[in-house]
């Protein structure tokens, strides 16, 4: 994101609050709302983290009035949050409650990041009033039986053209899986949860249905583990999330620490290429996704890129051949598509794949070689 545009304090306050916010936090539509100051943007949206979903507000500065605090505009769901409401005191009369704006600073640049972070607590407190006072009593049962949960969080959504339905966020497993990555690279903890939608009912029934269930995690896991590849167990007649969660939980502990265990079975295989097809020009060295080398082929010379899934051996390698000598009428190198089909056995010994994959380049080579004189005579 480029601070170029806004105000010098927003853009500080912005750039703190992107580097020392918890989760990852993204920020759209900047834009101007001053004719005296054209091209001088002072609002913008932010994209908050929330319930795995996210929340859309409206930052407004006034780019003519520097030293005001900004005003925060919410979704139009949440048309009755108030977080900074006036509270009555004993003898009748309103009183402000102190909050991250009543004494604004607008030299600090960790003031938006302290807003932004008091805004969300009470967001959260705000949703939990509400599902707490849905009257269904599932949903009383299932609250009562994860109350004790650190970190869930909960949203009752409603409106005029969809039903009512309360949505969890659950994170999974007390486990740090950054400290289980040599060389992490991730600045935030990775976490995986499990999102359940329940639709709001009056009654409760002696057999409700299965809730609506999906696995998420923070997008930085996905170059270690597909969560998408997760088969959720099933949801048993009669059965509550506190039932169901452990079963979960030591199903995705073991894949989790299997996918850590493959981060290695990945490394020895790129090592097994070395030999044949010399050392990789460059190489994913944390999560071993993706290696390139330099092959000679006679006098045809072209790199070889191998990506590698999470799910590898079982899934193959897939491979894409570059042209170092050929380029297309934009000036690009000629690549090749993605391969995928070639002799395989996710059975074979690490030295065996690589050498069919060394075997299977002999003929490949010559063929790209080929498409690349092809291609280049139509230019």
């Known amino acids: 994101m480029s601070y170029d545009g806004f105000l010098p304090f927003i853009s500080a306050q912005l750039q703190y609050l992107l580097n020392h ?39 407004i500065y006034n780019a003519e009035f520097p030293l005001a605090a900004p005003d925060v505009i919410f979704g139009a769901e949440d048309e009755d949050f108030h977080p900074f409401h006036a509270v009555c005191g004993e003898d009748g009369d309103s009183r402000l409650v102190k909050n991250s704006l009543t004494d604004w600073n607008n030299k600090d640049p960790t003031r938006l990041l302290a807003l932004v972070i008091e805004l969300r607590d009470k967001y959260r407190s705000y949703q939990e009033k509400r599902v707490g006072e849905v009257d269904d ?3 009383k049962f ?9 970190g869930i969080e909960m949203h009752m959504s409603s409106g005029f053209e969809k039903p009512e339905e309360v949505k969890f966020a659950v994170p999974l497993m007390d486990m740090n899986i950054n400290k ?12 995986i949860y499990l999102q359940v939608i329940y639709p709001v009912g009056r009654k409760y029934a002696s057999a409700p249905s299965a809730p609506r269930l999906k696995l998420m995690c923070t997008p930085e896991l996905k170059a270690l583990f597909s969560i ?42 790129i090592e097994a290429l070395a030999p044949l097809l010399g050392r990789p020009l460059e190489a994913d060295p944390v999560f071993c996704r993706k290696a390139s080398f330099l092959v000679c082929s006679g006098p045809f010379t072209f790199m070889l890129h191998v990506f590698l899934s999470t799910n590898f ?52 080579s010559l063929n790209f070689k080929r498409h690349c004189n092809e291609s280049h005579l139509q230019y």
């Open 21 to 59: 916010y918890p989760h990852t936090i993204q920020i759209e539509q900047a834009r101007s709302g001053t004719r005296y100051f054209p091209g001088s943007l002072d609002r913008f949206t932010l994209l908050i983290p929330y319930c795995q979903d996210h929340m859309k507000w409206d930052v």
């Open 142 to 150: 299932e609250i009562s039986t994860i109350v004790s949960r650190e």
């Open 313 to 364: 051996p079982k899934q193959q390698p897939s491979l894409m051949l570059q042209s170092t000598q050929h380029f297309n009428s934009l000036g690009m190198p000629v690549k090749s598509p993605l391969i995928t089909e070639y002799p395989w056995s996710p059975r074979w010994e690490t030295s065996q794949m690589a050498d069919r994959i060394s075997d299977f380049l002999v003929d490949e």
């Open 228 to 269: 998408d590849d997760v088969k959720l167990p099933p949801w048993l007649d009669g059965m509550c999330m506190a039932e169901y969660l452990p079963h979960l939980e030591e199903l995705l502990q073991r894949l989790v620490i299997e996918a850590v265990t493959l981060i290695d079975v990945r490394r020895q295989f």
């Open 180 to 191: 289980m990555v040599s060389a992490c690279p991730w600045r935030h903890p990775q976490k």
């Open 137 to 139: 009593d599932r949903l």
